[in-house]
């Protein structure tokens, strides 16, 4: 089948459009190295801090035929390790996720990727993760978003992406969109988990993860539609900046209808955890599958095109 689904944004090339999101099978070396030998088209690794960190307590994920329940906690390696296992990851394109928990820990990160030179081929900076206690997502706060950027591009000139929370109101795309546009920003990805959301087992009349009393962040087929919104809203408001879709992405109909809203590349989250690293190759058949019975031989001619007037 000669259908191309490859992906080239912000000197990146993935010879599949399709890539794990940060979170689930990309936290150990051994999960990162996994992924490089599987059909997905770039490697990311889990979000990091600046130190390892054990996470939440568990149960901390939980899953049933709609999708996800998380709260993982940021649990990872710590910064060093994704920098380390770079060399072993040169062939595909290889993002570093960085969620520090105050605006100095990503600092410090990205001081540090700076300083490791062409280790890493980009970062994806975390403004959104909603599991950990006490802290807010920043994504949320359009000022401190704005603050941290301004720093960030004092320190770091290599290619940064922002992951950004799900919005829902149409000022609130504006807003983030307008603040997005004075910055280099190398590509946006939509979104993280609805987050703080609740899933109840009423048998036995209890919350289904353990911590922040059973609230986490929502994703699978719960959280599509709401992608879908997200990474057509940044399309339209963003032009020239690549936007890479996440949420509730398990059959190549789901990452078309992506790549029909604009995606320029997705992730992959919820249907990884479950399918594991296999997902990328039948994903990727059933896209062409579908490419094929369409006409089309490249993502670029549906790119956007999704017919909204
Ligand atoms: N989003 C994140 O950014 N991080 C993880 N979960 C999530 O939904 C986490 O580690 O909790």
Redesign the pocket.
Same mark, same amino acid.
């Given at each position: 089948m000669s259908i191309d689904i490859s992906a080239r944004f912000s000197g990146l090339t993935l010879s599949s459009c399709l890539f794990n999101a940060s979170?689930p099978r990309c936290t150990s070396s051994g999960e990162l190295l996994e992924l490089y030998n599987s059909k997905a088209g770039a490697v990311l690794s889990k @979000?990091a801090t600046p130190g390892f960190r054990v996470?939440n307590p568990k149960p901390r994920y939980f899953e049933n035929q709609f999708g996800s329940l998380? =709260?993982?906690?940021?649990?990872n390696e710590g910064i060093e390790s994704y920098i380390s296992i770079a060399a072993q990851l040169s062939n595909k394109a290889y993002i570093v996720s960085i969620?520090g928990l105050s605006k100095s820990d990503n600092m410090q990160m990205l001081r540090r990727l700076q300083k490791s030179g062409q280790a890493v081929d980009a970062v994806e900076l975390?403004l @959104?993760?909603?599991?950990v206690p006490g802290k807010a997502q920043i994504g949320y706060d359009f000022d401190s978003t704005k603050a941290l950027l301004e720093e960030v591009f004092q320190v770091f000139d290599g290619k940064l992406g922002v992951k950004l929370p799900p919005y829902f109101d149409m000022i609130h795309f504006e807003q983030m969109a307008a603040i997005l546009k004075a910055f280099p920003i190398a590509f946006v990805t939509c979104v993280? =988990?609805i987050g703080n959301a609740l899933i109840v087992d009423a048998e036995s009349e209890s919350v289904v993860i353990r911590p922040k009393s059973g609230f986490g962040?929502l994703g699978g087929d719960y959280l599509k539609p709401t992608g879908l919104a997200n990474v057509r809203q940044f399309y339209k408001r963003l032009p020239g900046i690549p936007v890479i879709g996440v949420g509730g992405v398990k059959t190549g109909l789901d990452a078309f209808e992506y790549i029909l809203c604009g995606a320029t590349a997705i992730q992959v989250g919820s249907q990884l955890m479950r399918e594991g690293i296999d997902c990328f190759e039948r994903i990727a058949f059933e896209l062409k599958t579908l490419m094929k019975t369409k006409g089309y031989k490249k993502l670029s001619q549906f790119r956007g095109k999704l017919k909204d007037g």
């Open positions: 979170g @979000s996470g998380n =709260s993982m906690g940021l649990p969620a975390n @959104s993760c909603p599991n993280n =988990s962040g």
